[in-house]
C-alpha cells in the first residue's frame, strides 16, 4: 500500500542523512525521494451486518468445494476471523499445537511472532462456542498438523461466498 511504502521511504531516508551526518557518506543520496500521495482506498470497508454475516455463513456452508477448502471449513474460517479478528495468513498457519485447552469450552490460541501482520506474540482467548468447535477440529490431530487449506487469494473465496448470499462484495461510497 502507499502507506507502506511511505514508512520505508521514511526510515531509507532516515537511514541517509544519517549515513551523511555521521560521515560515512559524503551524500544524502536520498534526499530527492518525495513521499508518495496517499490517496483514497482502492475498496472502502465496512463491517458486516448481522443478517449479512448470518447469510455468509448460511452460503459458505452450503457451498462447493472451491480451491481445496470445503464450504463447510469456510464457514468455519468465517467464524474463526469474525470471532477473533485473526487474518488470513494467521489463519492459514494454524496448527492444532496453537490452541490451549484450560477447561471446558475455554481455550486460548496462541499466536507466534512469525505468523502475525506485527509480528509479534499474541495470545487470544476464544469465545465458548469458538472454543468448542475447535476442540472438536483438533481433535486427534498432531500438533504441528495445519487446520485449513485455505487458498492464497482468500479474497475470491469470500467474493463467491458473498455473491452466493447475495450480499453486495463492493460498498457504495457516500
Known sequence: SVRTAN????????????????GRSQH???????????TKEKHPRRALRDDEIEALLLAAER????????????AEVYRLALSTGLRANEIRTLTAGDFRIEG?????????AENTKNRRAAEVELRADIAARMQKR????????????????THDMIKVDLAN???????PEG
Open 28 to 38: 544524502d543520496e536520498l534526499e530527492a525521494l518525495e513521499l508518495h500521495a496517499v
Open 63 to 74: 457451498g462447493e468445494t472451491f480451491h481445496g477448502i470445503s464450504g463447510p471449513d469456510r
Open 7 to 22: 514508512w520505508y521511504l521514511k526510515h531509507m531516508r532516515q537511514f541517509s542523512r544519517w549515513l551523511r551526518r555521521s
Open 104 to 112: 471446558e469450552n475455554r481455550m486460548v490460541l496462541v499466536l507466534s
Open 138 to 153: 483438533i481433535a486427534g490431530k498432531a500438533a504441528d498438523e495445519r487446520l485449513f487449506a485455505l487458498p492464497d487469494r
Open 165 to 171: 448470499a447475495g450480499v453486495a462484495y463492493e460498498t
